[in-house]
């Protein structure tokens, strides 16, 4: 029998208890932040991959400066996976276009060059912005089009003076190259490192250079995929984070961000120093990380760990409570 014969086909409670269901399942399951990600450096302890795969975790992208995803820790439906092609070197390489054709579709955003104007042991590509320009157009431009459309970005320069300079030379040089269309980009990747209304003013700098002064429209807009507070205590590098996150969630144009970085304190660089870090040595959340995974309205707090050993099952339990969700919602319109 159907069970919706019983009642009226408009009934006044239909639409009250659509609401009521959806708040009570929005209660239940936390919903992800589209905007918040992780900068991956491969942390392979499975406890720390389960806290930030949970259910109530609002982490939804991630990326690990290379084209090629951790799917050992981070299976392929947990997260966006967003590909960065970090110098020349691997922009001519031809597994970088294999790997990138292999990824899943829920991968559309490519990165390119990482930090050009800083040198090699820092990180960065340590390219000229000629030779950058050149590569760009003959190497990331054509991901534009073909079969997969890829929405590419600008190479991110360093936070910096020079990193500004880097990026009006390698527009020069782009329409040097390319007097019509110069280097075309879809977003812009951005790199900060400091206190927060550093953050806010190298925001607004380069949303003046590539969106006011040069009126475009709509306009670009921006991926922050590095930032952190370097070398502070906690309390003043929880305070950056704290002024950070809701600036970021707020500013329209600013469309992901990731934390430097979700790793253990053991793991953290010299130059940024162990504050930064979202989980201590034996992989509790830091005041940091806490914060990062959205406190304790979420359910996190200092101190806590991830369960080991049930990471592979989480992206099945999702697709499962998905289809609960949208069966609860057909049932409850039909009737
Ligand atoms: C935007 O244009 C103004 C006026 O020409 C100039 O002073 C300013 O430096 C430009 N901003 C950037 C970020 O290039
Ligand atoms: C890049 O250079 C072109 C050509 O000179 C100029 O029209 C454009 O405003 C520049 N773009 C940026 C972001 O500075
Ligand atoms: C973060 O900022 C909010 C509002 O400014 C404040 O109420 C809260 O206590 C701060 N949290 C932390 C961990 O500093």
Known sequence: MNPCISRSRYSSHSIPLTVLHLFLLSLVFAQDNPKRGIAYLGDTHENDNSLLLSDKSPISWYYNWSPY?????????????????HGIDEAENS???SALNSLPRSSRHLLSF??????????????????????????????R????????????STGSPRGLEWLRS???????IDEENGCPTDFIAVHWY????????????????????????????MWVTEMALP??????????????????????????????????????????????????DDGSLTDLGALYMGGEERGFEKGQRGEGGSTSNA????????????ATIVTISIC
């Open 231 to 280: 070398q502070q205590d906690e309390e003043a590098t929880v305070q950056m984070m704290n002024a950070s996150l809701p600036y970021l969630d707020n500013l329209d144009y600013v469309e992901k961000y990731a934390w430097f970085g979700a790793f253990r304190t053991d793991d953290a660089n010299e130059w940024t120093g162990d504050g930064v870090a979202l989980f201590d």
């Open 315 to 326: 992206p099945a339990d999702r697709k499962l409570l998905l289809a609960l969700i949208v």
């Open 114 to 143: 990482n930090e050009p104007d800083g040198t090699r042991d820092s990180g960065g590509s340590n390219i000229e912005p000629e030779d950058a320009a050149r590569a760009y157009i003959d190497h990331i431009v054509p991901y």
């Open 170 to 176: 390698f527009n020069k040089s782009c329409y040097e």
């Open 194 to 221: 400091g206190a927060f209304d550093g953050l806010a003013g190298w925001l607004g700098t380069l949303n003046e250079f590539y969106n006011t002064n040069t009126s475009r429209d709509p306009p670009l807009g």
């Open 69 to 85: 995803p951790n799917t050992q820790q981070i299976p392929n439906d947990a997260l966006e996976f967003a590909p960065l092609i």
């Open 95 to 97: 597994r970088t276009s």
């Open 145 to 156: 089009s073909g079969d997969r459309q890829w929405l590419i970005s600008h190479p991110s």
